[in-house]
């Protein structure tokens, strides 16, 4: 009975932290331009022009994670695969969204904050 408290906690933290750095994201980059990585100064690491190439997007790739990841829990909850292997897919599922929140969450930090901070010694 504990396993399956903690599984189901653990794939409902990533289903929520999914769905929050997707809000998150999305109030963060319409608050900041793309010109906000030319702010620090002229010279901008190809990094963070990369990433920041890729962060518009990332809300929509959040959300449909998020999504997949409920019908994919609803098909775990009516599966008749033995108890161990839905807990373990449970969880490799709450290690995906989890994983890709913090990914573009560091993105986030890194492409539009800190690195062209570094490059021009601000």
């Given at each position: 009975?504990?396993?399956?408290?903690?599984?189901?906690?653990?794939?409902?933290c990533g289903l929520i932290g999914?769905?929050?750095?997707?809000?998150?994201?999305?109030?963060?980059?319409?608050?900041?331009?793309?010109s906000q990585v030319?702010?620090?100064?002229?010279?901008?690491?190809?990094?963070?022009?990369?990433?920041?190439?890729l962060l518009p997007g990332a809300p929509t790739v959040l959300w449909l994670s998020a999504?997949?990841?409920?019908?994919?829990?609803?098909y775990l909850l009516r599966s008749r695969r033995p108890l161990e292997t839905r807990l373990?897919?449970?969880?490799?599922?709450?290690?995906?969204?989890?994983?890709?929140?913090m990914f573009f969450t560091g993105a986030l930090l890194l492409a539009h904050f800190y690195l062209p901070k570094v490059a021009n010694g601000a």
């Open positions: 009975m504990p396993k399956i408290i903690v599984s189901v906690w653990i794939y409902l999914a769905a929050v750095t997707g809000g998150l994201l999305s109030q963060v980059l319409s608050a900041f331009p793309p030319e702010a620090y100064g002229p010279v901008v690491p190809g990094v963070a022009r990369t990433w920041s190439a999504t997949a990841s409920v019908a994919a829990g609803i373990f897919s449970a969880a490799v599922i709450a290690a995906l969204n989890l994983f890709l929140s």
